[in-house]
């Protein structure tokens, strides 16, 4: 039987037919008038052909040009006045709504700008930007095939293709998600699910307590990924690493022997290829060994230091990954491939994924379809709209192809390695340790400073140094570059390279730019 609601109380009404030849009476609904759409369309098509050049010109043109700020510094205070950010009754006419546009473009800081270093994202590639304006004005969800048909095959073309150039001889599966930290949270879910499936069931109260490991110097999502999945922290084991930043594998396995000690059940690690401050590369192969050893699974979160995987040069880096049995790769850092775009990769064609996730709602997935129902993916996801951000992804690599994307990394390391050069020949900079990867660590000693014997005042001034450049160059709004301390260093400027925009000329720049900034302090 159809269940209908109750519609006696509705006032539906069609009006006298004294209208002209071959036109429907209105249909009157609770007083709202249902013939023809509302939406005028030629004043829309007005307003994205007035809307577009000014996208091209203030976002696009404007925003990646060297000579133009990074940034327009203003306080919260200011840029509330300034944006008018209260929500009215009626609506602005298309005039005021255009300018709206122009100041969030000059407002916002500009991430595709050459001198943007200030995370691990920046630049700006054409074919990745073209990518996004077809999606976004397609606005997909990847759920199905029938919703989504090119840029689910999209997503599952680019996932085999990173899944090979990992190592995984014998295939895998994946997905795109969220972000990094999404990733590493599958990551950790995965992993319990494969040792204890019974959670998904019976839930927390029916595992033994767990415990995972991680170095020091990890990112942060994997805390908050035990802290969400009810793990907990207090059961994020973490290792110590080398003065480098690497995990040492000796603790990485005396602490699998003191949770078997206590007797709980250590089920994964997760490895850093990448981090997120020095840039440091975990010893994957010797982590590997010590995962065999004692049934572990292993995660690699190669969300920053993936891209060195398309280097023939540089992938060395990441010796051991084929070993994982899973990986965190983020296309939108060294790629260039645009916010966001992230993959979690499991070396698995048991259908894992999708027997940890899978919720199997019959108003999506119907197995009685008329198409070949294994290419709606969207079970495997812990969401259900998804965006397809495979596709600017794949649009970007067919435009350049392998070869142009190993290019660019060779081309960012080698910057790396200039502006560490130069770092060294040039009085008041000194090097944190030489780099890596791409972060270039380093500070900026004023020449009040240099005369000054090392020792806890000079470093409590240097410590103060940074902020205040940081500061004046983001009024300036000359460049950004980040600063942080470090365990018990002082702040010191972190230069991440990434955009093939980049100049050598820039990174002189940089330096010359925070000694002008900084040499009166």
């Not at 006298?16 to 023809?36: C, F, I, M, Q």
């Not at 095939?145 to 689910?152: G, H, M, R, T």
């Not at 790396?416 to 130069?422: F, V, W």
Request: proline share 6%.
């Amino acid at each position: 039987y159809l269940l209908l609601p109750d519609i006696s109380s509705i006032d539906i009404t069609v009006s006298s037919p004294a209208e002209p030849k071959g036109k429907r009476p209105p249909v009157l609904v609770d007083g709202v008038t249902l013939n023809g759409p509302t939406l005028d369309i030629r004043e829309a098509e007005s307003f994205l052909r007035d809307a577009m050049p000014i996208i091209m010109e203030e976002a696009v043109w404007k925003a990646t040009d060297v000579k133009e700020k990074v940034c327009e510094w203003r306080s919260p205070e200011q840029l509330k006045d300034l944006l008018d950010l209260e929500l009215r009754e009626g609506g602005e006419a298309h005039p005021q709504i255009l300018q709206r546009c122009r100041d969030a473009i000059r407002y916002s800081v500009k991430t595709g700008h050459p001198l943007f270093f200030n995370q691990l994202y920046a630049g700006m590639d054409p074919y990745s930007l073209v990518g996004r304006f077809i999606t976004e004005a397609i606005n997909p969800s990847l759920y199905t095939y029938e919703v989504a048909p090119v840029f689910l095959l999209t997503e599952e073309a680019v996932l085999q293709k990173m899944i090979e150039i990992i190592g995984w001889q014998e295939g895998g599966d994946g997905i795109f998600s969220p972000g990094g930290s999404v990733s590493n949270m599958y990551a950790v879910n995965v992993a319990r699910y494969h040792h204890c499936p019974d959670v998904k069931v019976l839930g927390l109260s029916a595992l033994p307590r767990l415990v995972m490991f991680t170095s020091q110097e990890c990112h942060y999502s994997v805390a908050k990924a035990a802290a969400f999945l009810g793990i907990g922290t207090n059961n994020v084991y973490v290792i110590p690493s080398d003065k480098r930043g690497k995990m040492i594998p000796a603790e990485f396995e005396k602490q699998v022997q003191r949770a078997k000690d206590e007797g709980a059940l250590p089920f994964m690690v997760n490895a850093t290829a990448g981090t997120t401050v020095l840039g440091a590369f975990d010893p994957l192969e010797e982590i590997a060994d010590i995962c065999e050893r004692h049934n572990l699974w292993m995660h690699v979160d190669a969300c920053w230091g993936g891209g060195a995987l398309m280097s023939k040069k540089h992938r060395y880096l990441l010796q051991g990954i084929h070993r994982a049995n899973s990986v965190a790769w983020n296309p939108h850092k060294m790629l260039m491939a645009g916010l966001q775009c992230c993959a979690f990769m499991v070396r698995d064609k048991t259908n894992l994924l999708q027997r940890c996730h899978s919720a199997q709602a019959s108003y999506l997935f119907q197995q009685d379809k008329f198409y070949d129902v294994s290419y709606d993916t969207g079970d495997k996801s812990i969401q259900c709209s998804r965006k397809p951000d495979a596709f600017k992804f794949w649009l970007m690599w067919k435009a350049i192809g392998t070869k142009g994307l190993e290019e660019r990394v060779d081309r960012a390391l080698a910057m790396a390695r200039y502006l560490a050069e130069e770092i060294k020949k040039r009085d008041g900079f000194r090097l944190v340790m030489e780099p890596e990867y791409t972060n270039v660590c380093f500070w900026y000693i004023p020449p009040s400073l240099r005369d000054m014997a090392d020792g806890p005042e000079f470093w409590r001034n240097v410590h103060a140094v940074a902020p205040v450049v940081k500061e004046r160059m983001m009024k300036k709004g000359s460049m950004m570059v980040g600063y942080q301390p470090h365990g018990d260093k002082a702040n010191f400027f972190r230069q991440i390279i990434i955009s093939p925009q980049v100049s050598r000329e820039d990174m002189d720049f940089l330096l010359d730019q925070i000694h002008s900034l900084g040499m009166d302090l």
